[in-house]
């Protein structure tokens, strides 16, 4: 019987997001990923709300890792990467901090961002 170890399922793509708890948690997520799409929300955030069904079809449908940090649980990792307002999209590529999109975003936008960056 094949088991999957923790080291495998860190360094692939997850199929469905991944909760930030933390900086060191998303550095890690970053750092193990080649493409990281991480969607700042709160869960009083109407438009939040409306695009978390698109960021969970990106998650499942893409080779992005998606990770989800709560602004209010997190609110010094957020000001960290400027966020002033959510829903804020923060794409990550190779590590490095690459796109940024602010408010509401169409699922074949984002998965054409995604794309441009995956290979």
């Known amino acids: 019987m094949a088991t999957d170890t923790a080291s495998d399922a860190e360094t692939t793509a997850t199929d469905e997001p991944l909760h930030i708890d933390g900086t060191d948690h998303l550095d890690d997520v970053v750092d193990k990923h080649d493409v990281v799409l ?17 960021v969970e079809t990106l998650a499942a449908e893409t080779t992005a890792t998606v990770a989800k940090v709560d602004v209010d649980a997190n609110q010094q990792l957020a000001q960290s990467y400027g966020v002033r307002g959510v829903p804020t999209l923060i ?4 590590g490095e901090q690459v796109e940024e999109v ?16 995956a290979e």
């Open 91 to 94: 794409l990550f590529a190779d």
């Open 102 to 117: 602010v408010g509401l975003e169409g699922e074949e936008a984002l998965r054409s961002l995604i794309e441009s960056y």
């Open 38 to 54: 991480t969607d700042f929300y709160a869960d009083w955030c109407g438009p939040c709300q409306m695009l978390e069904p698109t």
